[in-house]
């Protein structure tokens, strides 16, 4: 990506918060606006059996060896991004501004974005009057923008729990605190948290994604962890979500007559990713630019998702600044036909199946790119 921009003319920083790239290209007076492509791929066999399926390898976080792919899309992200900048470049005589081309790394686990920011990012590049960016969307056509004004993706948190009991023969149970039954309870305990808890006009998700304990039949194990997702978009939602985990989890571990310095110990990853709340002004203006571009029945408004995205952090902490993020439609109609005809589902993102068409797909997305950043030059 850097040699791309550098060949492009940008002024160019690599290795920004790991394997970040910013590119700045100053072309006179006017708003300065960044572009960002996300490049992080999946530990996920690829099993599309297209000609060009990913066969690369690479290491997880565990540090075992594991086939990648791109589940995500993200390689389109790049493609469109290089064809952007390209874009831009060739029509430099017809808007005035500084372009801000941003790709970062590890968006999959919500750090790339931070640590970019954490790492200087801004202290390079100009901080931008406007950010944009597209996702690849697995259920929309290829040619095809979906939108959303205003919440567009949630809050994302990673909770860590680690249930204690005391451990024993599993055939003597009065004599542990069973920290497997205890943990069911708790489980089913948190799936009122959304359903009693919480207005229902506001979405919520509470996950238990991850459950380990025990080593044999016949033992009762002294723990028993826990991974959860949680999702929301308002910050008074997601402060009620932990409150209510924390809660029920000490007071089942109570009523299960555990000590207090057996309480369960809880903790969530820093950062959380905030929700990505588009512009309502700066959607308004760009829809408006799609709709007259590629037609009125191009261009779909879609349902907010509770799947999370680190593009969020370029309102910036102070939320000073207008993002656009929308969907870039991936799919030949027919492959959409079949699957309605055949009742069967499509492959989502992150599925090993997942398998975009290519060149009207990027070819869309460099188009709706390139409009895009022209307009907002444009004033
Ligand atoms: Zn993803
Ligand atoms: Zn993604």
């Not at 470049?89 to 686990?109: I, R, S």
């Not at 690849?136 to 860590?160: C, E, H, K, Q, W």
């Amino acid at each position: 990506m850097a040699s791309e921009l550098k060949k492009l003319g940008f002024q160019v920083k690599e290795k920004i918060g790991g394997h970040g790239v910013v590119g700045v290209l100053k072309n006179g007076p006017g708003p300065t606006v960044l572009i960002r492509a996300d490049m992080d791929a999946l530990p996920l066999e690829e099993k599309t059996g297209l000609p060009y399926a990913s066969k690369a390898r690479g290491i997880n976080a565990a540090g075992n060896e594991v086939n990648v792919m791109h589940a995500c899309g993200h390689d389109i992200h790049m493609t469109v991004f290089v064809g952007t900048a390209q874009a831009l470049v060739k029509t430099k005589n017809d808007w005035k501004g500084t372009l801000v081309m941003v790709t970062q790394p590890a968006e999959e686990n919500g750090l790339g974005a931070d640590n970019m920011l954490k790492d200087g990012l801004f202290n390079f590049a100009p901080k931008p009057d406007y950010a944009i960016a597209l996702h690849d969307n697995s259920y929309l056509p290829a040619g095809t923008i979906g939108y959303r004004s205003g919440p567009f993706m949630a809050s994302v948190d990673m909770m860590d729990i680690t249930v204690f009991g005391q451990g024993g023969h599993g055939a003597a149970p009065h004599t542990t605190i069973d920290p497997v039954v205890l943990s069911a309870e708790m489980i089913l305990a948190f799936q009122t948290i959304v359903s009693r808890m919480i207005n229902p006009i506001d979405p919520a998700v509470v996950t238990v994604g991850s459950i380990h304990g025990g080593t044999v039949h016949n033992i009762i194990p002294d723990d028993v962890k826990m991974q959860l997702t949680l999702r929301s978009y308002k910050p008074e939602v997601r402060e009620n979500v932990i409150a209510s985990i924390r809660r029920i989890s000490e007071h089942y571990a109570k009523a299960a007559g555990l000590p207090d310095d057996k309480m369960p110990r809880i903790s969530i990853r820093e950062p959380m990713t905030p929700a990505t709340v588009n512009d309502a002004n700066l959607t308004a203006r760009l829809v408006g630019l799609f709709r007259n571009t590629f037609g009125e029945s191009k261009v779909v408004e879609t349902d907010p998702y509770m799947v999370g995205e680190d593009f969020s952090r370029f309102v910036m902490p102070d939320n000073s600044v207008p993002i656009f993020m929308f969907w870039l439609g991936t799919l030949a109609p027919e492959t959409i036909r079949m699957a309605k005809e055949k009742g069967e589902q499509l492959p989502s993102l992150h599925s090993s199946q997942f398998a975009p068409v290519p060149e009207p797909t990027i070819k869309t997305g460099v188009k709706a790119m390139s409009v895009a950043a022209l307009n907002l030059f444009n004033q």
